[in-house]
Nanobody
Framework: QVQLVESGGGLVQAGGSLRLSCVASGNIFSINDMRWYRQAPGKQRDLVATITHGGNPDYVDSVKGRFTISRDNGKNTMYLQMNNLRPEDTGVYYC???????????????????WGQGTQVTVSS
């Protein structure tokens, strides 16, 4: 079994900062791309940032220059440093990862997409 658990959300005033974490645990062989999504109330879930296994980041335009995605492969952990937060950043933030599970012996499975349960971020004006 593979689990992703987000933490670090909360209530912050506009202009403030938060740091989200996503820890992957379980029978993991390898993790490829990891991603942060957010879902605002009444809206669809949108991609915010992606980071490759090698650490190459990519961001949606609305968060460029304010958010920084990073990861620690040794800890199977991904982070999202969010600075200069705006009310429109409010939503539930989910992490997602492409994970290959460790099987019996030296075998490993195909990469599959796993999701966390989300952490709420609320930015007040």
């Amino acid at each position: 079994q593979v689990q992703l658990v987000e933490s670090g959300g909360g209530l912050v005033q506009a202009g403030g900062s938060l740091r989200l974490s996503c820890v992957a645990s379980g029978n993991i062989f390898s993790i490829n791309d990891m991603r942060w999504y957010r879902q605002a109330p009444g809206k669809q879930r949108d991609l915010v940032a992606t980071i490759t296994h090698g650490g190459n980041p990519d961001y949606v335009d609305s968060v460029k220059g304010r958010f920084t995605i990073s990861r620690d492969n040794g800890k199977n952990t991904m982070y999202l440093q969010m600075n200069n937060l705006r009310p429109e950043d409010t939503g539930v933030y989910y992490c997602s990862a492409d994970v290959s599970k460790r099987l019996k012996g030296w075998d490993y499975g195909p990469f599959q997409d796993y999701w966390g349960q989300g952490t709420q971020v609320t930015v007040s004006s």
